[in-house]
């Protein structure tokens, strides 16, 4: 089973994608099922993880009508507000719902840096735990620190890095984003994505611009904890669903299949408890 772990729909007119404005005109238009099948037939993949991308109940419901209506579409990751006096019950609720596998405050764009070590989140980190769902964290590298003490408070609950912890590869920073995730690696059962570092590298990026950040991902978390995903759209600012695609293939080329299949969707399943 080949799944893509990281795509999202969006539609423009429902106003509540507060980072997507016109100045992206890439990606500024709606992005739904039938602009995704055609590159998932290329690319033959079985199935995808559909993830929110605003921060709101309302775009969590829309991407569960698209999921009971699209076969492929094997899991969401949704939204809820961890601070709200309901959002145990609210967790509870969504994880009703055959096609929710995990929830995604979106860290990255919360002011305060210490957010996921607050007290008063304890009763949503429980419910997602109790819940069985898993945690997809959007961080920069500046969160990886608190990321570890989140999962020294909660080792039981399993999370997903978002795009390899979006490090600055634009920029060539490299040490100590390595030093934290190797960290994380080593001392957390923490799952990473093998997705986002198009966007993250500068715009005629270059295999060898990505080879150093995916094979310290490859040596600290290996085979068994990195889950291919596309972040379609977003990765079309990148050079597009199939260039991506193509580079992890030559990137993963020294792999056994059975690492190959792992990475492109064994892993995936597990972490996401995705039925087979």
Sequence with gaps: MKIDAHQHFWKIDRADYGWLTPEQSMLYR????DDLSPQLESAGVDGTVLVQAAPTTQETAFLLSLAEQHAFVRGVVGWVNFASRTASDE??????????????????????????????????????IASDLTLDALILPRHLGNLQRLLDL???????????????????????????????????SAFCKLSGLVTEAAENWTIEDLAPYVEHLLDTFG???LIWGSDWPVCQLGGGYQRWLSATDTLLGGFSEADRAAIFGLNAVAAYRIPD
Excluded: C
């Design 91 to 128: 967790i509870e609720h969504l994880a009703s719902h055959p096609a929710v596998v995990g929830l995604r405050p979106m860290i990255q764009d919360i002011p305060d840096l210490n957010w996921m070590l607050q007290p008063e989140l304890k009763p949503a980190f429980d419910a997602l």
């Design 223 to 225: 085979p068994r904890r």
């Design 154 to 188: 909660y080792p039981t609950m399993r999370v997903v890095i978002n795009h390899g912890a979006k490090p600055q590869i634009r920029q060539g920073a490299f040490a100590e984003w390595a030093s934290d995730m190797a960290t994380l690696a080593q001392e957390t």
């Design 30 to 33: 709606d992005f739904l099922p």
